[in-house]
Every structure is written in C-alpha cells, then in structure tokens.
C-alpha cells in the first residue's frame, strides 16, 4: 500500500481533517472510478494513522497512571 508523506506527522485532529478533505473529493468522482479507489484506499490509511496517534496518546500508555 502507499504510504502517505507526512502523514505520521499530523495529529490525530489534523488527520481527521484530512479525511474529511479527500472524503469530499472521492464523491466528486464517479463511483466506479480508479481516482474514486485510490483516494478512498488513502482515506482507510489516513483512518488508521489517526486510530495508532489516539491510541498513542491516550492515558492508559502513559507511564505513572
């Protein structure tokens, strides 16, 4: 799969910004369409960085708690 650049770099609010961002775009495209594909296959990748980045920082990982 391709790795979206920068990605890990955004916060997980900034990320869920993005999805929405290309969420918009994919239904701007015709259902069947590779351009609709590929950006719904970078959005699922976008939703997993933003899960890994919440999960990352919630309180059960901190050390102390």
Same mark, same amino acid.
Do not use: N
């Given at each position: %799969?391709?790795? !979206?650049?920068? $990605?890990?770099? %955004?916060?997980?609010? /900034?990320? /869920? ?6 969420? !918009?775009? $994919? ?14 296959? +970078?959005? $699922?990748?976008?939703?997993?960085? $933003? /899960? %890994?980045?919440?999960?990352? +920082? ?8």
């Amino acid at each position: %799969m391709k790795r !979206v650049s920068k $990605a890990i770099f %955004m916060t997980s609010d /900034d990320l /869920d910004q993005r999805i929405v961002e290309r969420t !918009v775009e $994919a239904h701007q495209h015709p259902a069947e369409s590779e351009e609709r594909q590929a950006i719904l296959k +970078e959005i $699922a990748l976008l939703r997993r960085y $933003a /899960d %890994m980045k919440r999960w990352i +920082e919630s309180p059960g990982l901190k050390p102390g708690r």
